[in-house]
């Protein structure tokens, strides 16, 4: 009864919320942005819109690095098919999707040119992407920006330094080399490859990566009130330089793109993780095993779908997924694990530059008495309540909803003179939105903390700004069940 009234009361937080923000945002309608597609000379469009069309030619302008056969593959027409005009618009806004979610164009354009009244010419026009960035790192070491900020003062201690090396198109064919070389907090050198097209047909491909870390601290535990407990702690970690943690790994993977929305993926690895004896000493079930060092193997296998207009920051479509994985030699012992994971995206354009979505997802891992090295649900990575930041909630099993609603409220660009064969301008698009988050995690009664098997629930109102290669800067104020608010502050990148 008591989590009833809280649950109202939270609720009507949200509804006062969204009428603040909805009574401000309807004023400052904007109008729709058009297309970056261009029509020309189809007569009769309007009188016959059930005749067809045939593409008497079909050219992409702007490629200078990528291969061109890597657009053509993108696009579900080509020289010589039949489009229907009622579709033609469809169509084409189709196809530059699909061209836009290769990451590889920082514009695609599509021109459409009627030779007669039933042959037209379709040019692509392409504008790439920089790829190439041997740039130097500066990252915290904590789970996000806020805990880095807040929990630890944002000390300069906590970070890491060093040399990334990408290049996000090595060989023209969107295949990818990353190289990192880290230092500071952490130590970590790995390398990563993989070429999505690596066959003539454009529908296999593979990948390879390995590294080598070192940290000077250890999560061993979550506390009661969902904090995470980390050795050693800040007195002996002041009097040593030690590193308490050291594992390298090896992963090789195969992908199969059929069609243009769905891929699969199939990956096997070998991992092998030291601790400190510090570590197993304060959680004997760290591993499960007593044991302060583990060699373990991987099989993961990854169904996806995804047709939506931006990967990166989506605003219509429908994306989705399930993920098999099996860690360990066997079934109970040690870090064994076999779990199963899925997801589904919605993302809705309700007009005048209003959108909503809802993204739900889930895991179980079995059997359910995990080491607590398994245990990891909520709270890392993308997978957390917006307003939660600074809890982690870990389990066998997990429930997550996130629903938002968003609007455009102005978008612009601003010229940028300085390198005009690479870059002209750079977009800004602002939307303000609000939201709110429910979460459910399961595990074992021996393992629960405040915030398990129970509902959560959390809301809140932000910004987002939207700017070039999908950078998203995300500013929100959240706030949750245990009756605690704050601004918070997240970013993510399209590379």
Same mark, same amino acid.
């Given at each position: ?43 009769? %469009? ?45 169509? %084409? ?19 459409? &040119? ?11 026009? &392409? ?34 330094? @060093? ?141 996806? !779908? ?48 209003? !959108? ?38 870990? @389990?066998?099993?997990?429930? %997550? ?63 987002? %700004? ?30």
């Amino acid at each position: 009864m008591k989590q009833s009234v809280y649950v109202m009361i939270y609720l009507k937080k949200i509804f006062c919320c969204c009428l603040i923000i909805f009574s401000s945002l309807f004023s400052h309608a904007q109008k729709s942005e058009i297309p970056n597609i261009s029509i020309t000379g189809i007569p009769g %469009l309007a009188a016959d819109s059930t005749r067809k069309v045939c593409i008497s030619n079909l050219l992409v302008n702007g490629t200078k690095r990528t291969k061109i056969y890597i657009v053509y593959r993108e696009l579900q027409f080509t020289k010589g098919d039949s489009i229907q005009i009622s579709q033609l618009v469809k169509e %084409l806004q189709q196809a530059r999707q699909q061209v836009y979610n290769t990451t590889l164009f920082n514009e695609v354009k599509l021109e459409v &040119v009627a030779m007669d009244e039933y042959n037209i010419n379709i040019t692509v026009n &392409v504008k790439e992407r920089w790829y190439l960035y041997p740039v130097p790192q500066f990252q915290w070491v904590d789970r996000n920006f806020n805990e880095w900020w807040k929990t630890y003062n944002h000390s300069l201690k906590r970070v890491n330094y @060093g040399i990334k090396f990408v290049h996000y198109n090595l060989s023209g064919r969107r295949d990818q080399l990353n190289i990192y070389l880290i230092n500071g907090y952490s130590r970590n050198i790995s390398f990563a490859y993989s070429n999505p097209y690596s066959n003539s047909s454009l529908n296999r491909g593979f990948s390879v990566s390995a590294g080598y870390t070192q940290n000077r601290e250890v999560a061993y535990n979550t506390s009661n009130d969902n904090t995470i407990m980390f050795y050693p702690p800040d007195s002996i970690r002041k009097q040593t330089n030690d590193f308490v943690r050291n594992s390298w790994y090896f992963n090789v993977g195969y992908q199969v793109r059929k069609g243009f929305f769905s891929r699969q993926y199939f990956a096997a690895g070998y991992s092998f993780l030291k601790v400190d004896d510090s570590v197993v000493i304060k959680n004997p079930r760290y591993f499960k095993d007593s044991v302060t060092a583990k060699g373990y193997p991987e099989l993961a296998y990854t169904y996806q !779908y995804r047709n939506v207009d931006n990967i990166s920051y989506s605003l219509k479509g429908t994306s989705a997924y399930v993920s098999v994985l099996k860690r360990g030699w066997g079934f109970v012992r040690g870090v064994d694990m076999f779990s199963v994971e899925a997801g589904l995206s919605k993302y809705f354009a309700l007009g005048k530059n209003w !959108y909503s979505n809802f993204q739900l997802s889930g895991r179980i891992k079995l059997p359910l008495d995990q080491a607590y090295f398994n245990q990891r649900s909520l709270g890392y990575g993308q997978a957390y309540l917006r307003g939660l930041e600074y809890k982690v909630v870990d @389990g066998v099993a997990y429930g %997550l909803l996130r629903s938002t609603l968003k609007k455009k409220i102005v978008s612009f660009s601003m010229p940028f003179p300085f390198f005009p064969k690479i870059l002209t301008k750079i977009p800004f698009t602002f939307f303000a939105k609000t939201y709110t988050d429910f979460g459910y995690v399961y595990n074992k009664p021996k393992f629960d903390t405040y915030l398990n098997n129970r509902l959560l629930y959390t809301g809140g109102f932000g910004i987002d %700004l939207l700017t070039l290669y999908d950078i998203n800067l995300r500013f929100e104020y959240s706030f949750n069940q245990l009756n605690k608010s704050g601004l918070f502050f997240h970013t993510q990148s399209g590379f």
